[in-house]
Antibody, heavy 119, light 107 residues
Framework: EVQLVESGGGLVQPGRSLRLSCAAS????????MHWVRQGPGKGLEWVST????????GYADSVKGRFTISRDIAKNSLYLQMNSLGAEDTALYYC????????????WGQGTLVTVSS | AIRMTQSPSSVSASEGDSVTVTCRAS??????LAWYQEKPGRAPKVLIS???TLQSGAPSRFRGSGSGTDFALTITYLQSDDFATYYC?????????FGQGTRVEVK
């Protein structure tokens, strides 16, 4: 059974950094595209970043490019999101998602970790 | 960047009705278009991928259609479990983009 468990969220001051983690089980992370998707309070879904299965390509939303970095540790079967220069607009529930077997779209989702950026 | 324009933003319907949600891309996305259902307090769930491929476990009353830049999600014979918010997602080229969402509510 696929499981994705996010951690690392919390309250952080504007301008500071935070690192989110996603522990994956039930599949080999290196075999799939992995993504981060977020949802701000009262807002819609926003794609944040994708790490393709062979690490051949990485994509970022314009709103986070240059500030966020996606990465993974194959040995730990874990995905990460390093978030720097955080602002109030980054306040959101962050979901770790696994790509599909027939396409890279987010197929399986974790329960999310909440990031609140506030002074 | 490809922009996804989803409509309507909300629709009121009754059980047994059919509902159609549309998504227009600012440029072609090939067949890389998915639909998601979201309910309060729960992670989103993929219903359709590749424009029209029904995901395992998704009811057959959900149907995806379209091509190029214009796509639709149709729910036939709406059930109580279908009152939720729906999003399209283009995953053809970076940056990927979700539509703004359509809330299907009880009439």
């Amino acid at each position: 059974e696929v499981q994705l468990v996010e951690s690392g969220g919390g309250l952080v001051q504007p301008g500071r950094s935070l690192r989110l983690s996603c522990a994956a089980s039930g599949f080999i992370l290196d075999d799939y595209a992995m993504h981060w998707v977020r949802q701000g309070p009262g807002k819609g879904l926003e794609w944040v970043s994708t790490l393709e299965w062979n690490s051949g390509s990485i994509g970022y939303a314009d709103s986070v490019k240059g500030r966020f970095t996606i990465s993974r540790d194959i040995a730990k079967n874990s995905l990460y999101l390093q978030m720097n220069s955080l602002g109030a607009e980054d306040t959101a529930l962050y979901y770790c998602t696994k790509g599909g077997s027939t396409g890279w779209y987010p197929e399986s989702w974790g329960q999310g970790t909440l990031v609140t950026v506030s002074s | 960047a490809i922009r996804m324009t989803q409509s309507p933003s909300s629709v009121s319907a009754s059980e047994g009705d059919s509902v159609t949600v549309t998504c227009r891309a600012s440029q072609g996305v090939s067949t890389n278009l998915a639909w998601y259902q979201e309910k309060p307090g729960r992670a989103p769930k993929v219903l359709i991928s590749g424009v029209s491929t029904l995901q395992s476990g998704a009811p057959s009353r959900f149907r995806g259609s379209g091509s190029g830049t214009d796509f639709a999600l149709t729910i036939t014979y709406l059930q109580s479990d279908d009152f939720a918010t729906y999003y399209c997602l283009q995953y053809d080229s970076y940056p990927w983009a979700f539509g703004q969402g359509t809330r299907v509510e009880v009439k």
